[in-house]
Nanobody, 115 residues
Framework: QVQLVESGGGLVQAGGSLRLSCATS????????MGWYRQAPGAQRELVAE???????TYADSVKGRFTISRDNTKNTMYLQMSSLKPEDTAVYYCNAISRIRTYWGQGTQVTVSS
């Protein structure tokens, strides 16, 4: 059973920074793609950023230039560095991983940006 465990969420003022972590129970290279999604109250879950094992990276237009996705294969951990945070970034952030046959989700971590 694959486990994804997020951490690093919290309350931050607008303009501040946070780094989210997603620890996996198996090698990152075993997934076809990994990424971060978020869901604000009353809204649909949306892609924030993702990378593929082929090396491509995608960001939502709303976070380009402010967020950076990265990974540490030695720690089986993915990160999301978030800077210049805005109140509209407030949401539950979810770690996502896709293998050949399944999609996995973490439990989510709350990020709240105060104005």
């Amino acid at each position: 059973q694959v486990q994804l465990v997020e951490s690093g969420g919290g309350l931050v003022q607008a303009g501040g920074s946070l780094r989210l972590s997603c620890a996996t129970s198996r090698s990152i290279d075993s997934f076809n793609r990994m990424g971060w999604y978020r869901q604000a109250p009353g809204a649909q879950r949306e892609l924030v950023a993702e990378f593929t094992t082929g090396g491509s990276t995608t960001y939502a237009d709303s976070v380009k230039g402010r967020f950076t996705i990265s990974r540490d294969n030695t720690k089986n951990t993915m990160y999301l560095q978030m800077s210049s945070l805005k109140p509209e970034d407030t949401a539950v952030y979810y770690c996502n991983a896709i293998s050949r046959i399944r999609t996995y989700w973490g439990q989510g971590t709350q990020v709240t940006v105060s104005s």
